[in-house]
């Protein structure tokens, strides 16, 4: 059953966000997951199980969701990997990626969120506020103080999209040197453009918005076949004229 934080209507929708705490809901969250992942996005996804995006770091997330009632069904989601929980594993997500030395130091209070997706028929912003806002009260209620997570940007026309909105969003949001991380497997931004005009994602421009830092150079991610940029928010720097926006209360 679906530990309700957050109740929304859009038009004739009513919907909910929280922590899945039964096999079914996180079930159907990692099906959402496989939907947009690889039939949509066609990323190469290991899994047990046909139409399961599902990886071995998912038995020691926490899935937040967000149903629609009236439909019945979960239309996003986020996993959430507590800094307890990856003692437990044994690594973050995100070091499959990058070498997190420089970050050691605040392991015991990063949190890592990744996964992150919305159904295509719900995503004018309901969904995506309510799993921002649900994501807010969970570090806020549990006491964690920084959020880190890898963004990632299509690389369909060889990376020359992803190197120049790095080049450009680095200027203004790129971390204090103490924070950097290092790609174990950097797009060659040397070999490409780094003046094709585009705009961000609307994920890496909310985590920008919040008060998010870039923490260094793309990684490139051959299965989802994206750049990905290491993301790093300190609670400390939350936007909360941002956050009320979104649906929070800024507690």
Known sequence: MLQTTQLQRA??????????TCPSEIHEAKKLR??????EMGARLPTRSPGVDHDLY????????????????IVGTYRILSPHAARRVGSYYSETEFDLTRLQHLRPRIVEIGRSCVDPDYRSGAAI???WSALAR?????GHDYLLGCASISIADGGH???SLYARLREKHESPPEYRVTPRCALPLDALRG???AEPPPLIKGYLRAGAWICGAPAWD??????????????NRLDQKYLRHFGGDGR
């Open 129 to 131: 506020a309510l799993l």
């Open 161 to 163: 999209t992803a190197a």
């Open 138 to 142: 969970y570090m806020r209620d549990n």
């Open 222 to 235: 051959p299965d989802f076949n994206t750049a990905d940029l290491p993301i790093l928010l300190p609670m």
């Open 58 to 73: 998912d038995p020691f997330c926490e899935h937040l969701v967000v149903r629609d009632d009236v439909a019945g069904r």
């Open 195 to 197: 003046d094709v005009a």
């Open 34 to 39: 496989y939907r947009v992942f690889a039939e």
């Open 11 to 20: 038009g004739c929708r009513a919907l909910h966000a929280g922590i899945a």
